[in-house]
């Protein structure tokens, strides 16, 4: 029996690393390793992952998490899950993870913990709890406290917001805001 894969997570507020750091796995990983994201973070460019420090990393863009499976090949090491928060409610995000973990594909994942009312983010919890490391990131508030939640200031008007449409923020200053829409 084949050695297993081991399940990374890396979650938390906007602007903390998670890209970051999955590119840097992703890297290391060399030429085993494949990038996927939901069909439904359309986005900046849909085939390319690029990170506020510049990094940058090809990604296909999936409908439904088993494709991913589809990709599987005898050379792939590692796989990589950009967004996985953004796959809401797929009941094939699991089970595929687990299937690639089972058959010695190391998995990253990344994924916002909360969304924009502070509410745990779809599966990324139970992801978070099946891992075998689990790094939680957060960035600084502009109060210079580290943020804990991602104020949204846009209009609800877009399916999935633009980074620019939030602000990481502690939870102090978070309370002073108008709730989110
Ligand atoms: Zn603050």
Redesign the pocket.
């Known amino acids: 029996m084949s050695k297993h894969g081991e399940l990374t997570v890396f979650w938390g507020t906007m602007f903390a690393g998670k890209s970051t750091n999955l590119i840097t796995n992703l890297k290391e990983a060399g030429a085993g390793a494949i990038c996927f994201k939901p069909y439904s973070d359309n986005r900046d460019e849909p085939n390319v992952i690029r990170t506020h420090d510049g990094l940058m990393y090809p990604v296909t863009r999936v409908k439904k998490a088993s494709e991913i499976l589809l990709h599987v090949n005898p050379g792939l090491t590692t796989v990589g899950i950009e967004e996985a928060s953004l796959f809401y409610e797929d009941p094939t995000l699991i089970p595929t993870i687990q299937t690639l973990r089972e058959i010695g594909v190391n998995v990253v994942v990344t994924g916002l913990d909360m969304d924009r009312h502070g509410v745990p983010f779809s599966q990324m919890p139970s992801i978070a709890a099946i891992a075998d490391n689990c790094f939680k990131l957060r960035t600084r508030?502009?109060?210079?406290?580290f943020?804990s939640l991602n104020y949204y200031r846009g209009d609800g008007s877009t399916f999935v917001a633009r980074d620019d449409m939030y602000e990481p923020?502690?939870r102090?200053?978070f309370s002073k805001q108008k709730p989110s829409l």
């Open positions: 508030c502009s109060c210079g406290e943020a923020m502690c102090t200053c």
